[in-house]
């Protein structure tokens, strides 16, 4: 049974159909021909205008702006690797600054506070000595006030013990004489 | 698609030998297969019977006919259809189910221009491409990213269209013909693929539409080469340049204008061979393989073994279709460009 299909499969294959006309793979229908003719300049013209321009525009437009993209950021990484060059030298530079600027006020500092206390020293020594003679000018006046006022209280004494007045000259003759008896 | 249509007709082919013969008193269901294609089929069908029975040489029962192989492949007035859309009643048997194209030579007086299906699958992949590359080309003079798949996809063809086949075989004026290999392009591929959609047909698979191509390949080529370097300077460039001694470049020149002037022509007459055949033997060997389980039907046993096999394959070879689809569009629009690229320069 099955051998017998297999025998008329060869058959089968190369049988003609009793209907139909015999199949021509190379048949051509020219109005096939024109009709893709047609069609196809159509759409070329079409597309032309409406796709393929727009397209490749856009497509060149993007293209060179990705371009454009890639050349800004290899400038801008260039730039940013400048700076940050730049910065930490700047950075560098502000802390020896730095260091040199405390080092100044330390210095600063202590040449104020050297001043200020010779000053203060000064200042001092210079109250006290000023205090000193004062009291040295005043003891004066008051040793010379207490001789007068002793020797005229003297002379008076003596005046009166005497009984007699004294003239004026005599007066300052007298006081004179006990002034230099007195200071001896 | 074939696999449908081929196991409908072969079960109506069935139903009618049930009725004809007579001979449905035993109610044997051995036939597993049909089970799972078809649910209309309810009663039962007999016993495999001697095959010599049946008339196998005859044009409706033979699967693997040539008529019966080429009809799917070739152009006609009418597209097939699933035939359970034409059944009226379970008990109908359905020799043709097919749809008439619709008529579009509107404008042609009676008589002429019948829109055939071919005629009418290139409208069709003409809407598809206008408004597919429209629309892309709206979205992208937007100046928008490019976003989502299927942009990305068209995008990617065109691209590749320019870098792969446009540029390095054209050359620095590669842009001028860009228009015409884009629409060269995808209007090969778009016809391709509507040969892959079920009941529709491959329109490349039709010698005078590949041969309508290649002839615009053909006004391409001559024309951009006589722009280029004159009607006079087209001719000769033709005939490579030879040092002959005494005077024999007088008989060698015609000669070789002769032999260069007819490869010239024969290379463009092979671009449309080629893509017409590629088509047609692809969608040829589906059919055949196909058209194995409508033979081998009249054996359960030889069924149960073949049909699986005839399924893997046509799964297989759709697959490869799907991918001569691609690479002969590819080829055609490679070799176009080829072409134009060596009419630019002389030889």
Partial sequence: MLANLYFNIPVLLLAESGHGEKPNPLAFPVDLGIWTLIIFLGVLAILTKFAWKPIMEALDARERSISDDIDAAAKAKEEAETNARQYEEKLANANDEAAAVMAEARQDAAAAKERILAEANEEAVRTRDRAMADIEAAKNAAVQQLAESSANSAVELAGSIVGRSLEKADHSKLIEESLKRFGS | ?347
């Fill in chain 2, 1 to 347: 698609m074939l696999l449908t249509e081929e196991e409908k007709k072969k079960d109506h082919d069935h139903e009618h030998k049930d009725g004809a013969d007579h001979d449905d008193a035993h109610a044997v269901k051995s036939d597993s297969q049909h089970d799972d294609h078809d649910g209309h089929e309810a009663h039962a069908v007999e016993a495999p019977k001697d095959p010599s029975e049946y008339d196998l040489a005859d044009g409706k029962e033979a699967f693997l006919n040539q008529t019966h192989l080429f009809h799917h492949v070739q152009d006609s007035y009418a597209f097939e259809v699933p035939k359970f859309l034409c059944k009226k009643n379970e008990d109908e048997i359905v020799e043709n189910a097919t749809v008439g194209v619709p008529n579009l030579s509107l404008f042609l007086p009676k008589g002429y221009g019948k829109t055939s299906k071919f005629m009418f699958l290139e409208v069709i992949a003409a809407l598809i491409l206008c408004g597919l590359f429209i629309w892309l080309a709206g979205k992208m003079n937007k100046g928008d990213k490019p976003k989502g798949k299927f942009w990305n996809l068209l995008e990617a063809f065109v691209v590749f269209v320019r870098d792969e086949i446009a540029k390095p075989n054209i050359g620095h004026d590669y842009k001028r013909f860009l228009p015409f290999l884009l629409t060269l392009f995808f209007f090969i591929l778009a016809l391709n693929l509507l040969g892959m959609v079920p009941f529709l047909g491959s329109a490349t698979g039709a010698l005078p539409v590949t041969a309508a191509l290649a002839l615009c390949v053909f006004a391409v080529v001559a024309g951009s080469g006589i722009q280029k370097m004159g009607f006079a300077g087209f001719l000769k460039a033709q005939v490579p340049h030879m040092d002959l001694p005494f005077n024999l470049d007088k008989v060698m020149i015609p000669l070789m204008f002769a032999i260069e002037i007819f490869g010239f022509l024969v290379k463009h007459a092979v671009l449309a061979i080629r893509l017409f055949a590629n088509m047609l033997a692809g969608h040829l060997v589906l059919a055949i393989f196909v058209g194995f389980i409508g033979v081998v039907s009249v054996s359960t046993s030889l069924s149960l073994v073949v049909t699986p096999a005839s399924v893997l394959a046509s799964i297989a070879f759709s697959l490869l279709e799907l991918f001569v689809a691609f690479l002969q569009a590819y080829v055609f629009t490679f070799l176009a460009s080829l072409f134009i690229g060596s009419a630019q320069h002389a030889h």
